[in-house]
């Protein structure tokens, strides 16, 4: 009989500063683009990463949440927090940090790691950049091509 696929989640906090601004246009293109944005700013964000995996019999988990808070806090927490997105984070180095691409960033990030553990994968990243504004992301590959 196959084990059950459960997605477990994990939820850290940081906050950050950041500002948003595209090389590729003009000041008064990046005002009108970004608004308020365009200026220097920060965010309580929350990042909540969940794990999709078989429940084996012998332990009756999918990986140890404890741990999984450990490994977000020595890949994302420790690197992020109360730094300045745009200058301060080698993996998001020449990157336009909004909501989008940091959740991106993330998933590379973190999807090596999780796969170290047996039959576990990233499942879905979903950050908050405020109580109202979340972006999820799904991994490059289309769920429903996927199957
Ligand atoms: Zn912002």
């Known amino acids: 009989m196959s084990l059950p696929t459960v997605e477990i989640t994990r ?3 940081f906050s950050a500063a950041h500002r948003l601004c595209s090389p590729q246009l003009s000041e008064a ?3 009108r683009l970004y608004g308020p944005c365009y200026e220097h700013h920060g965010h309580n964000y929350a990042l909540e990463v969940t794990v999709r995996g078989p429940v084996p019999t012998e332990t009756g988990m999918v990986m140890d949440l404890n741990r999984l808070g ?7 927490v420790s690197v992020v927090d109360h730094k300045h997105l745009n200058h301060d984070v080698p993996f998001l180095e020449g990157l336009i940090p909004t909501a989008e691409v940091v959740a991106v960033a993330f998933w590379e990030r973190l999807q090596p790691r999780i796969e170290e553990f ?3 994968r990233l499942d879905r990243i979903r950050l908050f950049e405020s109580r109202e504004n979340f972006v999820d ?3 490059p590959t289309d769920r429903a091509s996927r199957g």
């Not at 450990?70 to 994302?76: K, P």
């Open 137 to 139: 992301y799904h991994g």
């Open 118 to 120: 047996e039959g576990c």
């Open 11 to 13: 939820r850290v906090e």
């Open 70 to 76: 450990m490994l977000l806090d020595e890949e994302v």
């Open 29 to 31: 293109e990046n005002r």
